[in-house]
């Protein structure tokens, strides 16, 4: 009976709660939500592209603040506290997807400005929504500072060290897609995006796995165990395409004198190759501090 009465105790507080909208929390909710939704109507007002920065920009405009609006509605009603009976740790949650949405707007903020905004007088435009997007980026960096130092929140996975970890892997992994180019007819090429594919979609399931507690416990396996095998792989496949890429891309290929950041596809090509260093020291620290267990990371 005793799990049946904190099963009934705790639906009885799911109730609709509008001063949360009122709450600095709420209010940051609101700005964020507001910002981005006049962010991407601004960004698609310009005009289609099928360049992969603007499809990224376009992508991060919508999904932060549906996931911003749906934390809110659930906050709202009060349901974050059957979730934290149930499935998992909602301050970490929460905290963590501000930090993802952060490191998002902040990323699309720069790249939008780089390849859209000049000094030119044709180039208004693209500053008014490059502007809306580091306003964008800005609330979402407040929430960040807000729960980290001001409330203190300390995250269980997502909001923690190990977590956020894996977040920035897969955000480096999803810069490196997007910067993809030149790899056509190029055998030695394919290779590295096979390297590149292999562990990505993985780091969503391993941070998916940690996020609920419930399912993590239900693992035919040890979990931890099956991480480090994963990081071991992922550092052998990036020190691969580390070495090739930049052999066979730039072999016979200088960069070009005319070679604007914006629009030269040479530095588009070297973005691929430093994101992939980039990766390659996120996995390989990953590695290391898992094989020591440092920084909260749970050793094997």
Not at 65 to 77: A, D, G, R
Request: with cysteine.
């Amino acid at each position: 009976m005793g799990i049946i009465d904190n099963i009934k105790d705790t639906l009885s507080k799911a109730v609709f709660s509008p001063s949360t909208l009122l709450s600095g929390r709420g209010g940051l909710h609101m700005a964020q939500i507001i910002l981005s939704v006049v962010t991407f109507v601004l960004g698609a007002f310009r005009g289609g592209s099928t360049h992969t920065y603007w499809n990224y920009a376009m992508f991060t405009w919508a999904f932060c603040p549906i996931m911003t609006l749906i934390i809110t509605i659930i906050e709202m009603f009060k349901l974050d506290i059957i979730l934290n009976m149930f499935c998992l740790d909602w301050d970490d949650f929460t905290t963590g997807m501000a930090m993802s949405s952060t490191l998002m707007t902040v990323s699309v903020a720069i790249t939008y400005a780089n390849f859209y905004a000049c000094l030119k007088w044709q180039c208004l435009y693209g500053w008014i929504v490059s502007i809306f997007a580091f306003l964008c980026a800005f609330v979402y960096t407040l929430e960040v500072v807000k729960d980290k130092f001001l409330d203190k929140k300390k995250g269980s996975y997502l909001a923690a060290l190990p977590g956020f970890w894996k977040v920035m892997e897969a955000f480096v992994s999803c810069m490196i897609f997007i910067s993809l180019t030149g790899y056509r007819d190029k055998p030695a090429l394919i290779l590295c995006i096979i390297a590149y594919a292999i562990p990505f979609p993985i780091l969503p399931l391993i941070i998916a796995t940690n996020i609920l507690k419930k399912l993590k416990k239900c693992l035919p396996f040890n979990l931890d165990r099956f991480v480090f095998i994963f990081l071991v792989i992922s550092v052998v496949l990036y020190i691969f395409a580390a070495i090739v890429w930049p052999i066979f891309m730039f072999r016979n290929n200088p960069r070009p004198k005319d070679c604007p950041p914006s629009f030269c596809i040479w530095a588009i090509e070297f973005m691929v190759a430093f994101f992939t260093y980039v990766n390659l020291i996120l996995f390989t620290l990953d590695l290391i501090f898992t094989l020591l267990g440092i920084c909260n990371f749970k050793r094997t």
